[in-house]
């Protein structure tokens, strides 16, 4: 069972920035895929960023690229999501995932999930 803790979300002005950490309970192999969601109030939870693990390609959610960047830390496990510019429509709770193969964007493909950190944005 992979377990995976978040942090670093909170509360910031439009404008502004955030770091989200991922920590992963086992070393990811590299058939895995690293990923973040977000989901909003009323809302779906929808894909926003991830990692194939082998080989660091990324994929982002359009209405993010150019903003967010998915990183990694192989000596920590770590995965980040660095938010830039941010806007109140990123606004979500924002959820770290993970799948023991290489997948794409569907919340479905993904295995296991952390609680969760909520981002807030303000005006």
């Known amino acids: 069972q992979v377990q995976l803790v978040e942090s670093g979300g909170g509360l910031v002005q439009a404008g502004g920035s955030l770091r989200l950490s991922c920590t992963t309970s086992i070393r990811p192999s590299s058939t895995y895929t690293m990923g973040w969601f977000r989901q909003a109030p009323g809302k779906e939870r929808e894909f926003v960023a991830a990692?194939?693990?082998?080989?660091?390609?990324?994929q982002y959610a359009g209405s993010v690229k150019g903003r967010f960047a998915i990183s990694r830390d192989n000596a920590k496990n770590t995965v980040y999501l660095q938010m830039n510019s941010l806007k109140p429509d990123d606004t979500a709770l924002y959820y770290c995932?993970?799948?023991?193969?290489?997948?794409?964007?569907?919340?479905?493909?993904?295995?296991?999930w952390g609680q969760g950190t909520q981002v807030t944005v303000s005006l």
């Open positions: 995932a993970a799948a023991g193969r290489i997948v794409g964007v569907s919340r479905k493909d993904y295995d296991y």
């Open positions: 990692m194939y693990w082998f080989n660091g390609v990324t």
